[in-house]
């Protein structure tokens, strides 16, 4: 029942900063708007620290940075609706610093939907148990499993047919 | 799996000076956007309730409903026996107000007027 004290808080931030990060960059392919969403979900959590225990901290700034995030992308899409811009379906990173991750895989991450997507990647990225994802979402252990496998599935048939296609160009 | 750079879940790194930017917006005084933020939905909240209410009001104080206190007031001077108040007299034919003259009456209950 300890509560998160400010002397730890900096340091929660650089543990979890990365993890965050990733998770949040997936979401939105763009690295410093991806930065930003991790700062402002810790800032929010810093803002509730009264109200927020040690043990839930962890699941409540995942749970704000993803939500922050789908807010983002949602804006996002809708403003690309709303103002008939030309820019691509796909979301890319535009910071002008490598974009690290192939468009194909973005391509493939981004059609999952939304509810597999984050246990997949809070899974693979954030290194979570299947009950700390529970925490996160609000899903039962078990839903996290089957959520997660289908999600590899879904991915891995979408990267497929580029692979076996590449290795035919090979041989 | 996470080393691989064709791998969807390779780690990066986020871009540098994270934990200073934190540690900064951490000291900075809170922003106000939320208060005012707040602020503003209650202060647009009850100009809308003002509106329903102006609406609601205005239906009820309508000119029907003016009618009805003139008759109300009328059935109270009768109902406590009081004789009705004379109110001035104001006749119009064509849009054009007319003049009038009263003429003596045997029956205090009733007037009669003469247009002129």
Redesign the interface.
């Known amino acids: 029942m300890t509560r998160v004290d400010e002397a730890s808080?900096?340091e929660l931030?650089?543990v979890l900063?990365?993890p965050l990060?990733?998770v949040v960059?997936?979401w939105l392919w763009d690295?410093?708007e991806?930065?930003d969403v991790?700062?402002e979900a810790?800032?929010r959590c810093?803002?509730a620290r009264d109200r927020i225990r040690a043990e839930g901290f962890k699941a409540f700034v995942f749970r704000t940075a993803l939500n922050l995030a789908a807010n983002r992308r949602r804006r996002k899409k809708l403003w690309r609706l709303v103002s008939f811009d030309s820019l691509p379906e796909e979301p890319q990173d535009v910071?002008g610093?490598s974009s690290?991750?192939?468009p194909r895989?973005q391509r493939?991450?981004d059609e999952l939907p939304d509810r597999l997507k984050r246990v997949l990647l809070l899974c693979?990225?954030a290194g979570m148990s299947y009950g700390e994802v529970a925490a996160v979402t609000g899903v039962k252990e078990g839903t996290v499993g089957s959520r997660r496998n289908r999600a590899l599935a879904l991915?891995r048939e979408r990267?497929q047919p580029q692979e076996v296609m590449a290795d035919a160009e090979r041989s | 799996m996470q080393n691989d750079p064709e791998s969807p879940f390779e780690l990066l790194d986020p871009p540098p000076g994270g934990v200073e930017r934190i540690r900064s917006r951490m000291a900075a005084p809170e922003p106000v956007r939320g208060r005012l933020a707040v602020a503003g939905a209650g202060v647009a909240a009850l100009a809308v309730l003002g509106a329903l209410l102006a609406v609601v009001f205005n239906q009820r104080v309508g000119p029907d409903a003016g009618d009805n206190a003139i008759v109300a007031s009328h059935e109270l001077d009768r109902l406590l026996g009081r004789g009705a108040q004379p109110v001035p007299l104001t006749v119009e034919r064509d849009g054009q107000p007319v003049q009038t003259e009263e003429l003596p009456s045997a029956d205090p209950r009733v007037r009669i007027y003469q247009v002129l």
Do not use: C, D, G, H
């Open positions: 808080w900096v931030y650089r900063e990365k990060y990733n960059y997936r690295r410093m991806s930065q991790v700062q810790f800032l810093w803002r910071s610093t690290v991750v192939s895989i493939a991450i693979e990225l991915l990267l």
